[in-house]
C-alpha cells in the first residue's frame, strides 16, 4: 500500500469517527427523518430513545453544574423534566440525599446534652424545604419559560407550597439534637409574612432566624448574598457544620461549611 493510499483511509476513518460522535447532538438527530412510510417508525423510534438519553445527559450536567447559567430548560426537554421532578425517582433522590446528612450527623461532636448553642445548619427554602412544583404544574412550566416573578410571587403569597418529601423529618432530627437552624432565602423581605405562615403550614418551625433579602441585597447575585449572611454567622462565632439548598449558589462562597448537600432541580437555575 502506497503513502497516499494510507494517509486517505486515515482521513476516512477520523471522519467516520466525528460523524459518530456528532450524531449524538440532538439537533443532528433531528435533521434528515426519513419520509418513507417503512422507515418511519423506526426512525420515530430511534429518535425518541436518543432524545430520552440526551435530556437525561443534560438534566445531570445541571446538576454536577457543569451546565451553568441556562435561562430557559431546551423545549425538547421539558417534559423530561417535569416527569423527573414528579416522579418517584425524584422522591428516592430527595431521600438519599437525607440519608447523608443523616450520616454526616455521626461525624459531629454536638448533641442535644453537650452543644453550646453555637452549632449551625443552613436550609435554604424554594425546592429544599417547600416546594414549587406545584406552581409549574398550574403554569405548566418546568423550565420552558423564564420565571414570571410577579406571578410566582402571587403565588408565594397564598402560602400554599407543600413540604419537599422528607424534607420536614430531617428538618426536625437536626433541631432536636440541639443544632440551630438559620434558614436563608433569596426571597424578598416583603414577602416574610407569606413564608412565615407557609413554612408553619408545612410544618416547619423552631428556626433561629430567617433571612430574607433586603433592599440593600436585591442587587447583589444570590451567591454573594447568601456568602456575606454566612460570613456574618461566623464572625458572631457560630460554627456552620451544614448547608442544604437545591442550587448551586446556596452553596458557593466562602466562607465554607463543614459539608454542603444539594438537592435535585433542574427546573432552574440561580446564580
Known amino acids: 500500500m502506497d503513502r497516499s493510499m494510507f494517509l486517505s483511509l486515515a482521513l476516512a476513518s477520523l471522519l467516520v469517527g466525528v460523524v459518530s460522535a456528532g450524531d449524538w447532538n440532538i439537533l443532528n438527530q433531528l435533521k434528515g427523518l426519513g419520509s ?3 422507515q418511519k417508525g423506526a426512525v420515530s423510534s430511534g429518535i425518541k ?22 435561562d430557559v430548560v431546551p423545549q ?19 431521600a438519599r440525599a437525607v440519608d447523608e446528612v443523616i450520616l454526616h450527623f455521626g461525624s459531629m461532636c454536638c448533641s442535644k446534652t453537650k452543644c453550646d448553642g453555637m452549632d449551625v ?26 420565571l ?59 428556626w ?12 447583589k447575585e444570590v451567591k454573594q448574598y447568601k456568602s ?4 456574618w454567622l461566623t464572625s458572631l462565632g457560630y460554627r456552620v457544620w451544614g448547608v442544604m439548598g437545591d442550587q448551586w449558589s446556596s452553596l458557593a462562597g466562602c466562607p465554607l461549611p463543614k459539608r454542603t448537600f444539594k438537592l435535585p432541580n433542574s427546573i432552574y437555575y440561580v446564580a
Open 36 to 38: 418513507s412510510s417503512s
Open 49 to 70: 430513545t436518543n432524545l430520552k438519553g440526551y435530556c437525561e445527559s443534560w438534566r445531570i450536567n445541571v446538576e454536577v453544574n457543569n451546565i451553568r447559567n441556562f
Open 76 to 94: 425538547e426537554c421539558v417534559s423530561h423534566v417535569e416527569d423527573y421532578m414528579t416522579s418517584s425517582q425524584y422522591k428516592d433522590d430527595v
Open 121 to 146: 445548619w443552613i436550609f435554604d427554602i424554594d425546592d429544599t424545604l417547600l416546594s414549587t412544583i406545584p406552581y409549574h404544574k398550574k403554569n405548566g412550566f418546568f423550565g420552558g419559560e423564564k
Open 148 to 206: 414570571n416573578s410577579t406571578k410566582f410571587e402571587e403565588w408565594i403569597r397564598k402560602s400554599k407550597a407543600p413540604s419537599v418529601p422528607h424534607m420536614k423529618k430531617l428538618y426536625h432530627e437536626i433541631r432536636e439534637r440541639g443544632i440551630k437552624i438559620f434558614l436563608i432565602s433569596s426571597r424578598k423581605e416583603y414577602l416574610r409574612s407569606a413564608t412565615v405562615n407557609n413554612l408553619i403550614q408545612a410544618g416547619y418551625y423552631g
Open 208 to 219: 433561629s432566624n430567617l433571612m430574607l433579602r433586603g433592599l440593600e441585597d436585591e442587587q
Open 228 to 231: 456575606e449572611k454566612r460570613t
